[in-house]
């Protein structure tokens, strides 16, 4: 590996970066020429790489991911400078902190304390204040004050996921179109035509307390059918889809009034089941 070339008024522009995880891996491309994932973990205790890279690119950085051989001749990803030509310096300066109290804002603005894309309840200091369209791709909102709607508030692992789909996303690397992302489900979970600029439905579903037991007995099952539990669940809704299609049933969203009957499919009751007038 040899060290990084890059034209002097970049790196003037790169020695004022202050964020720690952003600068330790710009540090090491200076000198090293390329960083592995296998560096970002083992050497600077990153256990999610593309989080460390992220940080790199939303500050204008131009960033390749490539493959290389680690010493036992296996492949593993790598990360590069791009071409200086394509870097945003308009961006280059970094994202700014949040002011004190914002968490708060985002939390009132989304009716509650909770994770925009699996929706489950946290306590805030478990939360995460995210751009709802990605800074490397449109920076900071115009205007002098922040809007919370701008913003989405992420647990941990739905962060690590959105940073992963991002990277892997040619309008983030490449394209840099904000509405392309505000249609996205990493933007608007709630209201999205793509992910990722692919044609993709998601729904994360969370099993707390009572409900845990239900979960338990689902992947018991699935596993027993040896099918892939996400595979197992879209055959459960799908077959209880189409029994209220044969009973002509409403929809279930359809009906007030309601009280609980069972449905039994590959030896499971359904929940909520058929729901009827009382």
Known sequence: MSKAVLPPELLAKLALIKAKRAKTV??????????TTEE?????????????????RELGVVLERISVKDASGRSIAAYQFGDPKLWRLDVLAGRKNFPKGFKDAVARAAGGCRCAVCLAD?????????????FQVAGEPTGKERDPKDYMLLCGSCNRAKSWSCEHCQNYLVQHDASTCRTCYWGSPDSYSHIALRRIRRLDLVWTDAEVSTFVRIK???????????????ALVGDYLESLSLC????????????LIPLFQHGIVFLPFYQLPV
């Open 26 to 35: 710009i540090d090491h491309l200076l000198k090293n020429g390329q960083i």
């Open 40 to 56: 970002l973990k083992n050497v600077y205790g990153y256990s999610h790489p593309p989080r460390a890279a992220r940080d790199v």
């Open 122 to 134: 946290y306590d805030a200091r478990y939360l995460q204040v995210d751009h709802r369209i990605p």
């Open 220 to 234: 018991r099952l699935a596993k027993n059918r040896k099918i892939e539990l996400p595979d197992f669940v879209k």
């Open 248 to 259: 002509g049933l409403p929809s279930p969203h359809k009906r007030d009034n309601l009280h």
